[in-house]
């Protein structure tokens, strides 16, 4: 759950912004040996499309993209109806890690030459995330301003990030090697921060031990047992 804007300034922003969600669900999760994405989480839920709901649920979000690559089928079969919501974005080069993604995602909407106030960028495989958190975005959003929006837990930066349409170009410059990170330590001084709790910031679901030590009691069996 996101701590809440604490400046005694702060006006939530209700003017009508537009912002793009870009969700990063490709990885193969090696670890696991299976789509994580499709790991249950809750009832009738799966770690995706519980980050789905949540971003749906959040008001201020104009268009919500979901970047698959790995197990690309059987999310789309499987998630068929919560899919029905997003534009799917096909990342062939998933392999190449999470930054292929990020750059995929990033093309496909300049291709499109779809104007938004901003462009939200968050992890498939991070279920902590709420609607109240994701809302903190939006409410903090300056439409007129390039600074860019960043999670802060203990000063450090954090996941989720809100870009400009104007930084795309300077992100699909960058090698890949060290994905995203040079761009936020630059943008880091003076980009907008937004606090969040660890669970929320930095907690995603990476090992088996990590999957059932957190999801919810009422998440369904995972068949067949992992090893």
């Known amino acids: 759950m996101g701590q809440g804007r604490k400046d005694l300034n702060y006006v939530p922003n209700t003017s009508n912004v537009k912002i793009d969600v870009l969700i990063l669900a ?27 709901k949540q971003v749906s649920a959040t008001p201020g979000i104009s268009r919500i993209h979901v970047v698959l690559g790995a197990w690309f089928e059987e999310i789309c079969t499987t998630l068929a109806t919560p899919l029905e919501q997003v534009e799917i974005i096909n990342n062939p080069d998933w392999q190449v890690g999470m930054f292929s993604s990020l750059s995929t995602g990033l093309r496909q909407l300049n291709k499109e030459n779809h104007k938004s106030d901003g462009i939200l960028v968050l992890l498939g495989d991070m279920p902590f995330i709420t609607s109240e958190t994701l809302s903190l975005f939006v409410d903090s959003l300056e439409p007129k301003s390039p600074r860019p929006l960043i999670a802060v837990e203990n000063n450090r930066p954090a996941h989720p990030y809100l870009i400009r349409q104007s930084h795309i170009g300077e992100i699909l410059s960058l090698s890949g090697e060290s994905g995203i990170r040079p761009f936020i330590k630059k943008q880091f001084p003076n980009a907008l921060k937004i606090p969040v709790s660890h669970t929320a910031g930095r907690k995603d679901i990476d090992t088996w031990k990590s999957y059932f030590a957190n999801r919810p009691e009422s998440s369904g069996a995972v068949i067949p047992t992992p090893p």
Do not use: Y
Request: net charge positive; glycine share 14%.
């Open 26 to 52: 490709a990885g193969q999760a090696q670890r696991f040996g299976r789509p994580k994405q499709l790991l249950p989480w809750g009832t009738g839920e799966t770690i995706l499309s519980h980050v789905i």
